[in-house]
């Protein structure tokens, strides 16, 4: 696995207000969430609907593709995660 290129905070404020408006979250907002928070069993209590709906928004917004599985854990441990592996896949080269 390759390392996780440090993430600016742009693009980490992006996607906190992407959870925040795509889950219509409630008493939440953007500035609550920590960059290294648990996502799957943290203070938001995200569910497996929550994710695919992430997933789906994501893809849209970044140009991502999301495999189905274990990788989706690993994907959205965290905002840093999240970050993380948009910012591999548009260091890929366009053919990979």
Known sequence: MQPIPP???L???EIKELIVTQLRLKDVTPDGIRD???LVQGSLS???IDFL???VAMEKKYG???A???EVQSIFASVNAIAGHILRQRAR???A
């Open 93 to 95: 080269p366009a053919s």
């Open 68 to 70: 189905e599985g274990d």
């Open 7 to 9: 993430a600016d905070d």
């Open 64 to 66: 991502l593709k999301i």
């Open 53 to 55: 709906e992430l997933t």
């Open 46 to 48: 995200l569910d497996s």
């Open 36 to 38: 290294d928070e648990s």
């Open 11 to 13: 693009l980490k404020q």
